[in-house]
Structures are given as C-alpha cells and as structure tokens.
Nanobody, 113 residues
Framework: QVQFVESGGGLVQPGESLRLSCAAS????????MSWSRQAPGKQREIVAS???????GYLPSVQGRFSISRDNVKNMVYLQMNDLKPEDTAVYYC???????WGKGTLVTVSS
C-alpha cells in the first residue's frame, strides 16, 4: 500500500501563499485520482482539491481560483499551491487517494495575523 507524507505547512498571514508537498512511497501513476483534504478544529474533513491522471482538476468552491493542485507521476509527488490564504483555510491538510482510506498524517496550516 502506498504511503503519503505531507510537508510545507506553517504559519502565514492572510493574503500570503504556501506550497504543500506530498511524497508517495510508491508509484502514483496508476492512481486515478489524488486529492488534498483538510480538517479544521471542530469541523469535518473536506476534500479541497483533486487531480486525475488526465487533465481534470476539481476544487472546493471556497478555494477555487486560489488553490492549484498538481501531480508529478514520475517523481511520485502531489502539490497544493495555496495563494491568498484566509483565516478560514486554517486546518490540517492531508494528501491521499480520493475515495479511499489511505491518507498521510497531515501538515498544519495556520493563517493568522
């Protein structure tokens, strides 16, 4: 089973950017859809962005236009570029397989002035 390790989280001010990285322990080339999800304190986990092996990219409406997901099937990496961050983006962000139970341990993103 492929394992995922997220990195790149941190404390930023509103309006700033972060790039999250997800390293897979094995090949992701045959994994149909890779996703980033997040869970804020006291809230349910939600899918933030998804990327198929093709060109489809899907986003949570509240991050559309600010976040961008990409995947590198050669390096077995998945990225989440987050721009114009808002306090409501504060959460633990996870990388994993869409629709599956295989997710990493997460990286914390805190947006605060």
């Amino acid at each position: 089973q492929v394992q995922f390790v997220e990195s790149g989280g941190g404390l930023v001010q509103p309006g700033e950017s972060l790039r999250l990285s997800c390293a897979a322990s094995g090949s992701i080339a045959t994994i149909g859809t890779m996703s980033w999800s997040r869970q804020a304190p006291g809230k349910q986990r939600e899918i933030v962005a998804s990327a198929t092996t093709g060109d489809f990219r899907g986003y949570l409406p509240s991050v559309q236009g600010r976040f961008s997901i990409s995947r590198d099937n050669v390096k077995n990496m998945v990225y989440l570029q987050m721009n114009d961050l808002k306090p409501e983006d504060t959460a633990v962000y996870y990388c994993g397989i869409f629709g599956g139970n295989n997710w990493g341990k997460g990286t914390l993103v805190t947006v605060s002035s």
